[in-house]
């Protein structure tokens, strides 16, 4: 392809996760033959979201005012924390519905390979905010992988220090409906070592 324009329309579109060059070669093809339809629409709503999409100041989810619309709500339990790796977590939560406490966003999951430290994370902003709200409970809802579960365990040891808080995971294990024969060997492990009295 010869048209540097339309080439780094594609480009720039194969930067979207899940989306590969064929992808975005037909996203592409689709946009320029509907500019009036589907083209401006989307670039105006673009531009709008770059201008008007903010970090809240507090939590860390997006919304267009800072603190969000989640910090502001008086009907959430301030005295407990959710803490999530990324805005997609807390988006599956509330979409779900059976939490109504405070959230905060790390950004992301502790990794050496990434070069991602405690430093690049939004920890030393959540002790702050605990000490300050005087926060009951701290529910650690990271990913299972190593990297989230070494995340959880740095988050962990530095609130050891704050009295009355009680610090909690999400459980682990065989899903609901799970047959033991399917799971794979970690999880299988992660469910053993968290049985509990019935």
């Not at 301030?78 to 999530?84: A, G, P």
Request: hydrophobic content about 35%; some cysteine.
């Amino acid at each position: 392809m010869t048209n540097s324009e339309i080439d780094k329309l594609i480009n720039e579109i194969s930067k979207l996760p899940g989306l590969g060059r064929r992808s975005a070669q037909r996203i592409v093809l689709y946009l320029l033959k509907n500019k009036e339809r589907s083209l401006l629409p989307l670039v105006q709503s673009l531009q709008e979201a770059n201008q008007k999409i903010i970090n809240c100041e507090i939590c860390g989810n997006i919304d267009t005012i800072s603190p969000c619309s989640l910090c502001l709500d008086v009907k959430r339990d301030r005295q407990t924390i959710c803490v999530v790796e990324d805005l997609s977590d807390l988006w599956t939560f509330e979409r779900i519905g059976f939490y109504r406490g405070s959230y905060h966003v790390l950004g992301g999951s502790l990794s050496a390979i990434n070069g991602i430290g405690t430093d690049d994370l939004n920890i030393t902003k959540l002790i702050q905010r605990i000490k300050k709200q005087s926060v009951k409970e701290v529910i650690l809802a990271l990913s299972t992988t190593i990297e989230g579960q070494t995340t959880s365990h740095v988050i962990a040891d530095k609130l050891e220090s704050i009295e009355d808080l009680y610090v909690t995971r999400l459980a682990q294990g065989v899903p609901m409906g799970g047959e033991v024969h399917y799971l794979d060997e970690n999880t299988l492990n992660a469910a053993f070592q968290s049985r509990k009295k019935i």
